[in-house]
């Protein structure tokens, strides 16, 4: 059988392959979108009071600004809910007022900002949360030091060095015990459980230098959902402090793998973004590929082989039901979202040749966008849909190109050495992910979309299917290993390159699509 997995193949091969209509061009890729609702929707209070006392003045933000950085005004909350009864006394407004940008000025902060990596992180202290569930409470905690630690842009302090035991959030911190070991910043949190078995957590965010409150809020979630309060909490101290929208409330699709490499089982399979809850979507009996999210709806678009037929379905996460789309014997690669989740583009086989197509699906009919004689493959819209981005050997080698989204105004972006594959548009618009081949060397990089600024994130023997987190600042892609025994493994890394880590997994896993923050 054809190699389903490497756009790298020969040119010769590949048109041969699709000629002999032997089996369609795959290549792996990936977008963010959806993920599996919860049995309740999480709530947050924006409106918690920092205790009587709290201090004013702002380090962080004064640092900021001497080092020139802009700073924004506050995100508002993504959920509402009612207020966590009456706060503390006094005080300014537990929203924080202004926060970080990109990075700290100060010796010992953050330096520089999220595009340039950092030489620093900003050292944190995060003790354990009180509660009725003690094991709880410090499991909250636990991943939300875990969270902030894989960004690499936070230190989180030993907890052996803690000299203060936090018994109430809602009491003053002894801040110099905390300037004593090094922390800048200070997140003190409470989870409890109500009657009706709803979880809460609440916490503090402080400036250790100058006593200010940074953030106070309070999450409600239902059922056993433990974890994502933690995300939520995790999401709103990131926030705060780099100016850059969260990503730990988010999932990720995959195609989990298991067996040898000559009898591979291929299943769809979902997770949180840091490796844990993960639940499979099918059984294994049948080929399965390429997931993509549908970034407007709770379903993800994938694409399956049976009886040798590549046939693309919707799957609603809520309930599991799945329609077929159609069957495309000539397609080369599954379908991606456009931004509204109302048309889907997709690379066509037509002849010895593939041309990209977009389908709206409401009326299910396809319209031709490119057909300059070559194999045009791998589109991926733009943030506003207006562009299209997908790659084409039309000049000899595979390239990548932007056109607009009615099929105009093609013009090629990529211009270094190489052969480059699965190019996606980052959700911001400003960069484009990509895969490259040169001499042998599987690479991960991004560019501007006008083709500027090239710049490789990693490489390793086998990387591929780049798929962007909601900000725009992290990647994941998977790693093939060599050997009979070898497979493929997650990865993350960031647009500086400077935080590369494996994302853990309980078995081989490819074909990463992330998805946005759950609303």
């Known amino acids: 059988m054809t190699d389903l997995r490497s756009p790298f193949r020969?040119?010769?091969?590949?048109?041969?392959?699709?000629?002999?209509?032997?089996?369609?061009?795959?290549?792996?890729?990936?977008?963010?979108?959806?993920?599996?609702?919860?049995?309740?929707?999480?709530?947050?209070?924006?409106?918690?009071?920092?205790?009587?006392?709290a201090g004013g003045g702002g380090s962080f933000e004064q640092q900021l600004r001497q080092g020139g950085f802009?700073?924004?005004?506050?995100?508002?909350?993504?959920?509402?809910?009612?207020?966590?009864?009456?706060?503390p006394q006094g005080g300014m407004d537990g929203g924080g007022g202004q926060y970080g940008a990109d990075g700290f000025s100060a010796e010992g902060g953050l330096r520089g900002t999220q595009r340039q990596g950092t030489v620093a992180p900003i050292p944190i202290a995060?003790?354990?949360?009180?509660?009725?569930?003690?094991?709880?409470?410090?499991?909250?905690?636990?991943?939300?030091?875990?969270?902030?630690?894989?960004?690499?842009?936070?230190?989180?302090?030993?907890?052996?060095?803690?000299?203060?035991?936090?018994?109430?959030?809602?009491?003053?911190?002894?801040?110099?015990?905390?300037?004593?070991?090094?922390?800048?910043?200070?997140?003190?949190?409470?989870?409890?459980?109500?009657?009706?078995?709803?979880?809460?957590?609440?916490?503090?965010?402080?400036?250790?230098?100058?006593?200010k409150q940074l953030a106070g809020q309070r999450f409600t979630v239902g059922g056993q959902n433990w974890r994502r309060l933690a995300h939520l909490v995790a999401d709103q101290v990131y926030e705060r402090l780099t100016g850059e929208v969260g990503y730990f409330d988010t999932r990720v699709v995959f195609v989990d793998e298991t067996g040898s490499r000559?009898?591979?089982?291929?299943?769809?399979?979902?997770?949180?973004?840091?490796?844990?809850?993960?639940?499979?979507?099918?059984?294994?009996?049948?080929?399965?590929?390429?997931?993509?999210f549908n970034p407007a709806a709770n379903e993800i678009v994938y694409m399956a082989y049976t009886k040798d037929q590549p046939q693309v379905f919707l799957m609603n996460l809520e309930t599991g039901r799945r329609e077929m789309v159609g069957e495309f014997p000539g397609m080369t690669f599954a379908p991606r979202f456009s931004p509204d989740g109302q048309r889907v583009v997709m690379s066509l086989q037509s002849g010895s040749d593939s041309n990209i197509f977009e389908m709206d699906l409401r009326s299910r009919q396809p319209r031709q966008l490119t057909g300059?004689?070559?194999?045009?493959?791998?589109?991926s819209y733009a943030p506003d849909g207006r562009q299209i981005?997908?790659?084409?050997?039309?000049?000899?080698?595979?390239?990548?190109?932007?056109?607009?989204?009615?099929?105009?105004?093609?013009?090629?972006?990529?211009?270094?050495?190489?052969?480059?594959s699965t190019p996606v548009w980052s959700p911001r618009g400003d960069y484009i992910a990509f895969t490259k081949l040169l001499a042998g060397r599987f690479l991960i990089g991004v560019m501007r979309p006008d083709g500027s600024g090239e710049r490789i994130l990693t490489e390793g023997y086998h990387n591929e299917g780049p798929t962007w987190a909601p900000n725009g600042r992290v990647l994941m892609f998977f790693r093939e290993t060599r050997g009979a025994q070898g497979g493929p493994g997650l990865w993350s890394v960031d647009v500086t390159g400077y935080n590369e880590r494996p994302v853990p997994a309980a078995t081989m896993a490819s074909d990463p699509a992330w998805s946005p923050r759950i609303q």
């Open 10 to 53: 020969g040119l010769a091969d590949l048109r041969a392959s699709l000629s002999a209509r032997l089996v369609p061009l795959l290549a792996v890729l990936t977008l963010a979108a959806l993920l599996i609702p919860f049995a309740a929707v999480a709530q947050v209070d924006d409106a918690y009071r920092p205790p009587a006392g």
């Open 126 to 211: 995060i003790p354990m949360f009180v509660g009725d569930d003690p094991g709880l409470a410090a499991d909250v905690a636990h991943v939300v030091m875990a969270d902030l630690e894989r960004t690499g842009l936070f230190q989180p302090l030993d907890p052996a060095s803690f000299l203060e035991n936090i018994r109430d959030v809602n009491a003053l911190p002894r801040f110099p015990d905390w300037r004593q070991i090094g922390a800048e910043a200070l997140t003190v949190g409470r989870v409890t459980r109500s009657g009706d078995g709803r979880l809460s957590a609440e916490f503090r965010l402080w400036d250790v230098a100058t006593g």
């Open 262 to 292: 000559e009898k591979r089982v291929k299943r769809l399979a979902i997770m949180d973004q840091d490796g844990e809850n993960v639940r499979l979507l099918t059984q294994g009996q049948e080929l399965v590929l390429t997931p993509r």
């Open 70 to 87: 802009d700073v924004p005004p506050p995100p508002q909350g993504d959920f509402q809910g009612p207020p966590p009864g009456p706060p």
């Open 372 to 379: 300059a004689g070559s194999l045009d493959t791998s589109p």
């Open 389 to 420: 981005v997908f790659e084409s050997d039309r000049e000899g080698t595979q390239q990548i190109y932007v056109m607009n989204s009615d099929g105009s105004n093609v013009r090629r972006i990529s211009t270094g050495q190489g052969r480059y």
